[in-house]
């Protein structure tokens, strides 16, 4: 829902102005500039946004509107970051003519322009992250492509806004958080207020690199990228240039593209997990290493691709949610089965001995032995590696010619490296001791 | 009941419309919220009575009334919604010229929403500034005093300015 009329407007009486008016006030020239800080975990964005305003000496009238929207007013503050020492709030007061809208009483000791800060919370805007990896024809390199897409719900448009996203839930803004929702009108508790102070002195950083990114985004017609920093106890994206986010739009931006990063595929069999189907994984490392690792990567949708002719032709290879993503971290993407590739466990024989009876006759111990066939096969072009996991319970004991690995007490798993239409078999025996022959 | 054969068919939908008002005592669709009817009034009725002037501004308020009306109405326990209502209502009356009517409905959210801060501040502040505005000072005073004792130490700047300059008045 767009709003009824711009959220900031002058009083005629105080001010010279071009604009438009669709009331009896005149309108502000535009934004000068506008930053959304968006905390994702706490559907909580930070607004500030600057203007140049002409004063007259004496009292100025400001209004500030926030009907039809969901802009906290309790968190709403306005500062001049020009002549700040010449420039006072004498006074707010709520207009009875107009709904949901303040209007600051302000003095200004000098006569023109002056610069100010509006700022403000509002809920309604979020973002999430997601990932397009291409895995080489062999699926041992790969591109990944990050991008966030940005919604806002809030009621009220953004033009031309510097976006910063913040990734991590601290302390900080659990606190703010916590405070919005006690805060909001709507649950008429404490005001959020308290907290921008501490927000911008957390992030002050960044608006000396927010600046470097406009200033990048101004020099070149490269595509934009998402600038990340590092504040220690959270992660700061500042998404290069700007961008116009309408109410009830959701837009998309590019975050970052890692190309040739290495990357093992492998294959994995487990009954107990995914059924009679080959699951299959793609593994990276968020590091240098890996032509990564210059950030955490938030959670988000990943979709995988394979090119699967020289001509770059490629396919689908299935999608996946990954979790965040430390610096170091490595990532198992799970996409999905893969029917090209096939196992199947056999019983091929059954045996129960050395039976223990008691002197009643009653059956107190015994022995089952089971040999069991995996066929594997891999009907793709590629070579590929197979992960196939067997689960054992009780008193057991395994005799095979395959080479195995212990997960842990009550798992196994053969590692088969399968070529390009290969058809494996391995075999083996589990022995089960249970009741009095068993001897753990 | 039955229309004159020569009605319009939109004559017909308003007269229809008229006789489940009076009914059922509203005139909102029955299958409107609270919420949604104190949306639609601020949007449709309240905002654009600020546009206009003459016989249109008297009517679009006296709608809004209506509707901040329906929301105290059918509010039950959603109080800040009906502390919205309520103060909204009292900005009507000051907008119809009924100062009285608007300081007393204004008093009421404080009395009524004790709770609800923010439209407890707003309400205060507008009684005040409107009695002071008419040259009430000595019915404004206590209104002031009020938003300073209560705001002084908020944790909001936007409150602690209120109360501030409250108390330059007190």
Redesign the interface.
Known sequence: MKR??LPICLAALALQTTAFA???VVTLPGRDSVQLTIYNSADLTLVRETRYLTFRKGLNKLEFSW??TLID?????FRALTHADKVE??????P?????T?EW?INSEVAGEVQVEIRYFTSGISWSADYVAEASRDEKRMDLAGAVRVNNNSGEDYDNAEIRLVVGVIKLVQDIAD?ARQ?R??????????ALDEMESKDGAARAFGGMAKAAQMASERPREIIKENLSEYFLYTVEGRDTIPNGWSKRLPSFQASDLPVASYYKFEREQWGDQVVRFYRFKNDKENKLGNEPLPDGDVKAFRFVTADKLYSFVGRTAVKYIPIGEQVEMQLGNDQEVLCKPTLMNWEKTDIHFDNNGAVTGWTIKEAWQVEAQNSKDIDITLDVRRNFSGDWSLATDTKYEKVDASKVKFILPLKSREQQKLAYEVTTKYGTNATR | MRSPPNMEPMQRARLASLFLSLLFGCTHAPHETARQIFDRTVREDHLLSAEVSGVEREKLLAQAATGYEQVLRLGGNDRPLCASALRSLGNVRAEQGRLDEAVKLWSEVGSQYATCDWEVLQSWKSAADLLWDAGRRDDATPFYRQIFERFRSAPSPIMRTVACAAQRRV
């Open positions: 009824a009329f669709r009331l009896s009907a039809n007013p309790t968190s709403v503050e709030v004498l006074d707010v007061s709520f009875p003519r107009v709904t949901n303040l009483r405070l805060g009108p709507e649950s008429q508790n404490m005001p959020t207020t308290l």
